[in-house]
């Protein structure tokens, strides 16, 4: 059949199964946007705010479904606005694909109006990118950049096109997602083929010489990351962590990689990691790392970490390997086909000795209770307390994110949603709502600060319009917290342009947006807020008061060994 650029483009959404794009029309998308008004039965657009509001929900309908997450932008400044959701994306290996349309054939190169190089701008935080010039090219250039966003390490994909394209006519021929590969769609177009984002199958050698490498091992240790998640590799995780006998120690990305609470599990690793993971890492004699990139935060100082242990690293990207930590041994391939293959040779091991000293630390912060103001600690109880075990949970970035973390144990991939590659102020509200979008029977709540809310609050016209019942919790120091942190401990308090001594009422400011809000200053008022949310059943926002200088605790500060807490 002969359809529109735009109608093609649409009808590629549904061989996906696609059934919600985030977005914001604009002049050279229209013909797209008025595609999509024929299909509106069939896939449901949400309008935010702000397009960067549309990348982060994308992102996050994306990281708690485990689907390819949609949005669409226009030329120029749309395009231009999706940048930093695109590097969220990136970043924590999250699977997106971000559609935009720029001017026609006849405008390009000529600094037309809303004229930009968006695959020039977005080359460095995309898996692949690509600009259709010509309409028979746009089939092929979506089915090749969902199976590129999807496949090998997740990541967001960027699909420009010119606006001719959109309204051009070409044949279209339906062809279902499975039949894609046999019929050569997953081709390179002038580029990379995409046959190299698919993950390497893993070597049986490298298999066994780690089997033999635990074997041996008299105190082992498990760092569960991000890879973990992606891969959904929760159970063959959780059997692996098991037969080995391991404390289990996770990064910011893995939790929910295994139970939060599991027997093994010591807590977060790294700059703001337990007393037990921390220790576990200096004093284990074999490190294994599950879809971990040792990041700046996890090994702040990488000649000495894990001194004592030989390193093995787990991961799906050859590029990771070696890249921050030197490793004695790793493997490549899929976080979940490595952990089956071990797992069908792995005997049970038998650690207690070691995991009795490991936990004789500590796997929690301690905060002093009050029935007249709030800690962190009495929020995330209370959090636990009211809400379904399965909440999910969206975070901006900040002591608030931290004290999620620590405090609110995580059971499964996609419960914890957080940027933590990035650190992206902003990112939590807008990836709540995709959240919620794509788990419309979970509870979803978003744990932001003042400083993170004032990025992206205008998302909140999206949170009513669309009926999107989210809970935001605001910890709210009136500061910039971890800024003001590092001002306390290692500036000698020169606190300068860290104090939020400024409006919004945010109570008020929800109101405004047609939500519920209040205001609470101890456990009573907090819990009181929390049953109200649930029972009203829309988008609601808890202005929690907590003091200026609470601090994220342990701490240990960049470049330092990893036991050296500045905080304890």
Not at 152 to 161: C, H, N, Q, S
Not at 200 to 223: T, W
Not at 276 to 298: E, K, Q
Not at 432 to 454: C, E, M, Q, W, Y
Request: with cysteine; glycine share 10%; net charge negative.
């Amino acid at each position: 059949m002969e359809l529109t650029g735009a109608q093609i483009l649409i009808e590629c959404l549904l061989e996906q199964g696609v059934d919600t794009v985030f977005g914001y029309p604009g002049g050279t998308i229209l013909n797209v946007y008025d595609a999509l008004y024929g299909y509106s039965d069939r896939i449901r657009h949400i309008l935010t705010a702000h397009e960067q509001g549309a990348s982060h929900a994308a992102d996050g309908y994306a990281r708690s479904t485990g689907k390819v997450g949609v949005c669409f932008a226009t030329s120029g400044p749309g395009a231009t606005n999706l940048t930093t959701g695109i590097a969220t994306a990136y970043m924590d290996s999250s699977p997106v694909v971000f559609i935009t349309c720029n001017v026609g054939e006849n405008l390009i190169g000529k600094d037309s109006f809303q004229e930009v190089d968006i695959t020039g701008i977005s080359m460095p935080i995309t898996k692949w990118n690509y600009l259709v010039r010509d309409v028979d090219e746009l089939a092929d250039a979506v089915r090749t950049g969902f199976a590129i966003a999807r496949s090998g390490r997740p990541g967001p994909v960027l699909i420009d096109m010119l606006k001719n394209v959109t309204a051009t006519k070409a044949a279209y021929e339906p062809l279902p997602k499975s039949e894609h590969a046999k019929h050569g769609m997953l081709r390179a177009l002038r580029g990379r083929a995409a046959e190299e984002f698919k993950a390497p199958e893993p070597n049986e050698a490298d298999i066994d010489a780690l089997v033999d490498m635990i074997r041996a091992s008299k105190k082992p240790m498990l760092l569960c990351g991000g890879g973990v998640v992606r891969s959904r590799a929760q159970e063959a995780f959780t059997r692996f962590a098991e037969t080995v006998d391991a404390p289990v120690a996770i990064t910011v990305m893995g939790g929910g990689g295994i139970v939060g609470r599991s027997p093994l599990a010591t807590g977060m690793v790294g700059m703001h990691g337990t007393q037990a993971s921390n220790m576990a890492c200096d004093g284990c004699d074999l490190l294994i790392a599950v879809g971990c990139r040792f990041s700046d935060r996890v090994a702040l100082k990488p000649d000495s970490f894990a001194a004592q242990a030989k390193i093995v690293q787990i991961d799906i990207d050859r590029s990771e390997i070696n890249k921050n930590v030197r490793t004695d041994h790793h493997i490549i391939g899929d976080a979940r086909a490595v952990l089956e293959r071990l797992n069908r040779k792995l005997e049970q091991q038998d650690h207690q000795p070691w995991k009795d000293y490991v936990f004789s630390f500590k796997t929690e912060t301690e905060y002093d209770d009050s029935p007249d103001k709030l800690t962190p600690k009495q929020i995330f109880q209370s959090i636990a307390k009211l809400l379904p075990p399965d909440t999910i949970v969206a975070t901006d970035v900040g002591q608030h994110q931290m004290w999620a973390i620590q405090h609110f144990h995580f059971d499964y991939p996609g419960q914890l949603i957080t940027s933590g590659g990035f650190g992206t102020m902003g990112f939590g509200l807008g990836a709540a709502l995709g959240a919620k979008v794509g788990n419309p029977d979970k509870t979803v709540i978003h744990i932001t600060g003042d400083g993170s809310f004032r990025m992206n609050c205008n998302e909140l016209c999206t949170e009513e319009h669309y009926d999107i019942p989210v809970i935001t919790y605001i910890l709210d120091n009136r500061t910039l917290g971890m800024v003001r942190q590092w001002q306390n401990l290692i500036y000698e308090k020169r606190f300068y342009q860290t104090t939020l001594d400024r409006g919004p009422d945010f109570v008020k400011l929800a109101e405004a947006y047609g939500l519920r809000g209040r205001r609470v200053t101890n456990v009573e008022e907090f819990e009181a807020a929390t049953r109200e949310a649930l029972e009203w059943g829309h988008g609601f926002v808890i202005d929690c008061a907590i003091d200026t200088d609470e601090m994220v605790r342990p701490m240990v500060s960049g470049g330092s060994h990893i036991t050296q807490f500045l905080l304890d």
